[in-house]
């Protein structure tokens, strides 16, 4: 059973891609913004920056007022929201599909005269939020800080994803006013962003009101019109590095954390190469649903309480695999480590039927991803920000029932049984304490 | 020419229609409803069972919810893991969930693999095997949620709000979840018993939403779920008796915390009134939305927190009406006071028209954004049967949103809110928060520790 998503796709003047997706079974509207910026292309001594400037994306521009975005569209009885990582950032509303131009008006006017009412007081009020966020998510959480030290392991100095999206306070603190300027005019442009709308709109119509809405901005910045979804973001990969690891790193943290806790990180191909829909499969069979190999081999016989194995899709030269477990409040950390390593060592002796396995349930997942106006939008953007390639949504579980056996073992032998890991070991400071 | 000034004006609202239904019952007595969408080659059922927490006495609370996640230990035929490869070699997901009304066991995956996956589910909750390593598994994992739900303030506040709302013994006047030593007490004896007399088919429905057929999904149930017999029905709804019937308040003490969490609210109504589209329309307003009364007074002229909210918890007996929020400690009294003063205001005066039209358009316009997947639409069918409602409840739901005119809110209003009744509940630092509590008009304040 294939799912086949309608996809239409223009790109305006000033170089904003866009792509609609008509769906008229509700009167729901999705729409999408990606631009090609993300924690990677911060500067050095402004890590964190493309976070704290998507805070400022909901301070208001020349027409909206402060808190007016999340204000109008709930109103309306919408939701909406925003996030950075390390390739990109996204801004979503969901509507009532009569409700369509407000999202545009809302998103033209941030994307074409933000600046205009940028002040001091709310980059520094944006700050003090973005450190509480920090504090209060990452410093005072439990093994917060397992992706900040991940990175370190995984990634060589000066690499761009050697760095957290949430950043460091000291840069925080560091960032201004003319930063803010500066960041908005290289990356927020038209020529750097895709506009996805799904849902319940006639295509011609919706070019018509992006045109209307969108199309006076001019291109800006150092980055050429033809769009973010020419690839270039992938083009513009930074510091190659070997895949996998030469050598393997480790860190054992003593921390107050209530459980015994270890991460592996491997690098792996990038989201952009062919050998990723392989890495996929293999990570599938690993740690995806509950016959699983760490559910059925370490969580159901009781060696750890919980497990996981999950690639990142970036796209910068290389990408992240990280597989984890959490131990009991008795655990001794070098059994959940070598249990751990063990799974991934033999990960290449998988066979069809795990295979399979696996690909049936990324076919009902994939699906029922599309189902939801808001993910297959997001999606959209994602695979035409960083594929140039809306269709691949129609694509993906061709390519991955392609695979044969041979592959999915050949990848969990090169990227998942390498030596060249990253181990991360969270040690409770008391032991015997509750979980 | 383009006005960037000012937000663009909505278009016209869009029709929509609920999808129609076919409705049968099976000779065991199970309700069977079959939903026909098209939309993607998609397939979710969802079988409701008579088996919620309401049905257990306060020392066996949680039970319901254990048997439900022991089921993950497998069936007679196939153990846990066997289960789940011959569910996921077909890509499909199963969930068990249990709250207060009914226990439901929920299956989506692809629609052509509905026949094998049905077929599971059926066997699953027929003939579980609740081996007892995984009843011991499915009972640690509870005894660590109920943990971490007393170290969270929030559910701190949630917990106590019952019990202070509720008359002791009422089902309702504790958590779902249980608590450590009831639930620590528990074993697989306990839980086999607790399915052979609830995992029955009078009173259960099957809900199936997808690209399916209504004559296939018929014959495919009648199949699986052949020969299973028993249970009693529907049981009644619990009272939901109130602990008091005037103003008090309850300080849970947490010296050193910087923020106060506050509830305030009463025992509310069952979700079977008549006037609930009235009550949800003037509660929008006075709770139920960002521009509702109590966030424009709380958030934005005081800005005393991020976000204030009124809610009922709808149940098949009379659940909670409270208003929650968390506050710096030292605005906490301001807060209750606000809180108090604008139930009163909205109980003596009622919504304006103009907020009665705000709030009509915000719930018809919100409506279908809820019903995008198979799994949306499938719940909200459930629901009907959980709560027994009419067949065409949620067909005439837009239009009996857009039907409530100020005049009727009001009503709802005073017939169910009870100003003179609230309850307080504030977990927070009580040496910072209590004398100033004790000075508004909110009853006698008593402070515990636990």
Redo the contacts between chains.
């Keep these: 059973m294939s799912v086949e998503i309608e996809i239409h796709r223009h790109r305006l003047a000033n170089g904003l891609e866009v792509v609609v997706a008509p769906d008229r079974a509700l009167p729901v509207v999705a729409v999408n913004l990606w631009y090609g910026v993300g924690s990677r292309n911060e500067r050095p001594g402004r890590t964190g920056f493309a976070h704290l400037f998507e805070h400022m994306m909901f301070q208001g521009s020349k027409h909206v007022a402060k808190n007016g975005h999340f204000e109008a569209v709930e109103r309306a009885g919408g939701s909406l929201n925003g996030s950075t990582w390390f390739d990109r950032t996204n801004y979503y509303e969901t509507l009532p599909s009569h409700q369509l131009d407000l999202a545009l008006w809302l998103e033209s006017d941030r994307m074409g005269w933000l600046v205009d009412a940028m002040t001091q007081e709310k980059l520094d009020n944006q700050r003090d939020v973005v450190k509480n966020e920090k504090r209060e998510r990452y410093d005072n959480q439990p093994y917060g800080d397992w992706m900040e030290r991940m990175q370190r392991l995984v990634w060589p100095h000066g690499h761009p994803y050697r760095h957290t999206v949430i950043g460091s306070m000291e840069d925080l603190d560091a960032a201004d006013l003319d930063d803010v300027k500066d960041f908005f005019r290289t990356w927020y442009v038209p020529n750097n962003a895709v506009l996805t709308i799904a849902g319940d709109v006639d295509p011609a119509d919706a070019f018509d009101r992006v045109e209307r809405w969108f199309g006076e901005i001019p291109p800006r910045g150092g980055a050429a019109t033809g769009g973010a979804g020419a690839g270039r973001i992938a083009a513009g990969a930074t510091a190659p590095v070997a895949v996998p690891m030469e050598r393997p790193a480790r860190e054992v943290v003593e921390s107050d954390v209530p459980l015994v806790r270890v991460f592996i990180g491997l690098r792996i191909p990038p989201f952009t190469d062919p050998a990723f829909d392989a890495v996929d499969v293999a990570a599938g069979v690993l740690g995806s649903g509950r016959a699983a190999r760490l559910y059925a081999r370490l969580v159901r016989p009781g060696v750890v309480r919980d497990a996981f194995a999950f690639p990142f899709p970036l796209v910068g030269g290389a990408s992240i695999l990280l597989v984890g477990a959490t131990g009991f409040a008795d655990s001794d950390p070098e059994v959940v480590e070598r249990a751990l390593v063990e799974q991934l060592e033999s990960l290449p002796d998988l066979d069809g039927t795990e295979v399979e396995r696996a690909l049936a349930l990324e076919e009902a997942r994939a699906a029922r991803q599309l189902e939801r106006l808001e993910a297959r939008a997001d999606r959209l953007s994602m695979y035409t920000c960083l594929l140039d390639r809306p269709e691949r949504v129609n694509e993906d579980l061709d390519r991955l029932r392609a695979l044969t056996v041979e592959e999915v073992r050949d990848a969990a032998g090169r990227w998942f049984a390498a030596p060249g890991r990253a181990t991360l070991v969270y040690v409770p400071i008391s032991e015997g304490e509750a979980d | 020419m383009?006005d960037?000034?000012?937000?663009?004006?909505?278009?016209?609202?869009?029709?929509?229609d609920f999808p129609p239904s076919t409705l049968t019952r099976l000779p065991h007595g199970v309700a069977l409803e079959v939903v026909h969408l098209p939309?993607?080659?998609?397939a979710t059922a969802i079988l409701v069972l008579r088996a919620g927490e309401d049905r257990l006495p306060t020392d066996r609370g949680g039970l319901a919810v254990l048997a439900g996640d022991a089921l993950?230990g497998g069936t007679d035929e196939l153990d846990?893991?066997a289960f789940?490869?011959a569910?996921?070699?077909?890509?499909?997901?199963l969930d068990v969930s249990t709250g207060w009304d009914v226990t439901t066991v929920s299956l989506?995956?692809?629609?052509?693999?509905l026949p094998r996956a049905l077929e599971l589910l059926a066997s699953l909750v027929r003939t579980p095997a609740y081996p007892e390593?995984e009843v011991r598994?499915a009972r640690d994992g509870q005894l660590?949620r109920i943990?971490q739900r007393d170290m969270n303030p929030g559910s701190r506040a949630g917990t106590w709000a019952a019990r202070t709302l509720y008359a002791a013994g009422e089902p309702y006047a504790r958590s779902a979840l249980g608590d450590a030593d009831g639930v620590g007490a528990l074993g697989r004896d306990a839980v086999v018993g607790f399915a052979e007399a609830y995992y029955r088919p009078a009173g259960a429905a099957l809900v199936v939403a997808g690209d399916v057929d209504a004559g296939e999904v018929e014959a495919l149930a009648a199949r699986v779920l052949d020969g299973w017999v028993g249970g009693d029905g529907v049981p009644d709804a619990p009272a939901g008796a109130s602990a008091g019937a005037e103003r008090r308040a309850v300080v849970v003490d947490r010296p050193g915390a910087v923020q106060s969490e506050i509830r305030v609210g009463h025992v509310g109504a069952p979700r079977g009134i008549e006037d609930r589209v009235d009550l949800v329309v003037g509660n929008a307003v006075l709770g139920g939305?960002?521009?509702s009364r109590l966030n424009l007074n709380l958030r934005e002229r005081h800005g005393f927190t991020y976000g204030v909210r009124a809610r009922w918890s709808w149940r098949r007996g009379p659940g909670p009406f409270l208003v929650g929020t968390a506050v710096d400690t030292d605005v906490t009294a301001d807060a209750v006071r606000e809180i108090f003063s604008e139930i009163e205001r909205i109980h003596a005066e009622g919504p304006t028209a103009e907020e009665v039209e705000?709030a009509r358009?915000?719930?018809a316009?919100?409506f279908?954004?809820r019903?995008?997947?198979?799994?949306q639409v499938a719940a909200r069918v459930a629901e009907r049967h959980v709560f027994e409602l009419a067949g065409d409840h949620w067909a005439t739901w837009r239009d009996r949103i857009r039907a409530v005119t100020a005049e009727s809110a009001r009503a709802a209003l005073r017939r169910h809110l009870r100003p003179e009744a609230l309850q307080c509940v504030v977990v927070g630092e009580a040496d910072a928060v209590a004398r100033d509590l004790a000075s508004l008009d909110v009853g006698p304040v008593g402070v515990v520790d636990r």
């Design positions: 383009l960037r000034t000012h937000a663009p004006p909505p278009g016209p609202l869009r029709a929509f939309r993607l080659p998609l993950e846990g893991h789940a490869e569910l996921e070699s077909i890509g499909a997901d989506s995956c692809l629609a052509d693999r390593a598994r660590a943990r939305t960002f521009s705000q358009d915000y719930l316009g919100v279908p954004l019903l995008e997947s198979t799994a």
